[in-house]
Every structure is written in structure tokens, then in C-alpha cells.
């Protein structure tokens, strides 16, 4: 099960740290995913570490604004969020997928599990 939890309401500008709570397995040997869905819109992948740690990518319009990690101790993974913009504005969920090919990494079909979303606020 994921746990996706920090969202809030933030000032343009601000900063948020998601965290995905993996219970019931490790999860260190799955990829991770987090993706967006404002209302209205299509769901939008934000960012991925590949299970193997040496892939990450990113969607262009967060690129050097947002960092994802992974904390093995704790069996969560990350997602930090810097000079969020009105547009960053959704609901965010946390997806994961045990092994797979990095080329995946974008594609919300590929992941198995998902977790119940945290809601992003950002105010003009």
C-alpha cells in the first residue's frame, strides 16, 4: 500500500516535500513514480527514480524546481518541490512498480500500484 501525504496550501514561490509511504513491502526494489491531476485535466507524470537509483527523470515544467528521493530507513520516497507556481496546482499521487525498464518511467499504465493522492494548493 502507498500513502501519499504533506500536501497543503502554499504562496507562489513557496516550497512542499511529498512523501510516499510504502507499507506492507519494501519497496526498495520497485520504481517509484509521482504524477499530478489538476481538475479538468489529463493525469500528468512529474517525476520517477528508477528502482536501480541511477534513473531519474523528470516532466520539463518542473525541471530544477523539483527533487525526488528515496529513503530506504524510512521506505518512502520523496518528493521535494521548490518556487511552486499556480500551475503546479493538483492532486498528487505516488505510484510504484517492482523492477521494470526505465523507458517506463513516464507512463502511469506501467505502474502496479498506486496510492491515494495529497491535494497541492498554490495561491497567486
Known amino acids: 500500500q502507498l500513502q501519499a501525504s504533506g500536501g497543503g496550501l502554499v504562496q507562489a514561490g513557496g516550497s512542499l516535500r511529498l512523501s510516499c509511504a510504502a507499507s506492507?513491502?519494501?519497496?526498495?526494489?520497485?520504481?517509484m513514480g509521482w504524477f499530478r491531476q489538476a481538475p479538468g485535466k489529463e493525469r500528468e507524470f512529474v517525476a520517477a527514480?528508477?528502482?536501480?537509483?541511477?534513473?531519474?527523470k523528470y516532466v520539463d515544467s518542473v525541471k530544477g524546481r523539483c527533487t525526488i528521493s528515496r529513503d530506504f530507513a524510512k521506505n518512502t520516497v520523496n518528493l521535494q518541490m521548490n518556487s511552486l507556481k499556480p500551475e503546479d496546482a493538483a492532486v498528487y499521487s505516488c505510484?510504484?512498480?517492482?523492477?521494470?525498464?526505465?523507458?517506463?518511467?513516464?507512463?502511469?499504465?506501467?505502474?502496479?500500484?498506486w496510492g491515494q493522492g495529497t491535494q497541492v494548493t498554490v495561491s497567486s
Open positions: 505510484a510504484a512498480r517492482e523492477g521494470g525498464s526505465a523507458s517506463n518511467l513516464m507512463l502511469a499504465s506501467w505502474y502496479y500500484y
Open positions: 506492507g513491502r519494501t519497496f526498495s526494489s520497485y520504481s
Open positions: 527514480i528508477h528502482w536501480s537509483g541511477r534513473i531519474i
